[in-house]
Each structure stands twice: as C-alpha cells, then as structure tokens.
C-alpha cells in the first residue's frame, strides 16, 4: 500500500506540474493566441522531455532523468510562486522532493 501511495503521488503532481504550467501560460500571455500558444505548450513540452527523460520506461540514463525532473517540478513551482502563490510553491516542492526522495531510497521506480 506505500508503494502504491507514494507512485500515486507521484503521479498527481506530475499532472499537476502540466495544469500549473498551461495556467502560467495563459495568464502571461497578453493576446489570446498567445495565451492558447503557452497554455498548449508548455505542458506538451514538459510532457515530451518527461517521456523522453524522466519517465520510468524512458531509456535514457539517470542524469538527464534528474535534470528533467528537477527543471520541470521547479520551474512549476516557481510559476506558482510567480502567480501570486509563493506558499502553494513551496509546498508543492517540498512535496515533490519528499516523494522523489521516498521513491528513490524504496527503490519504487524500475
């Protein structure tokens, strides 16, 4: 049941990640095209080096899975801080450091 919890959580704030960035990208954009343009694409980029890096099944090593995942929660954060949010920021960080840092020493993740 840990296992499952703590993948679970993982799971939600890796989602949570793409919401928060297709928000800050339709709150900076000036024009509507704009805003459509950053709320559709930062969360597809943050999900295409995610799969491609950061995934699970992802072939690559473990320094760009590390680096993935630190740019793309950080910078979540830091778009929550940058909304006017700065405590729901570091929250969601210290929570995503928590759960990596439980998935890590557990050895939950293949």
Known sequence: MWKAANLLLAFLVEILALGVFA???????????????LAVGLPLVAAVLWGLFAAPTAARGQVPRWIVKVLVFG???????????PLLGIVFVVVVAANLAIIHTQKLQP
């Open 75 to 85: 910078l979540a954060g830091a778009a929550l801080w940058s909304m006017g949010h």
């Open 23 to 37: 928000r800050w990208g339709w709150d900076t954009g000036g024009t509507t095209v704009t805003r459509v343009l």
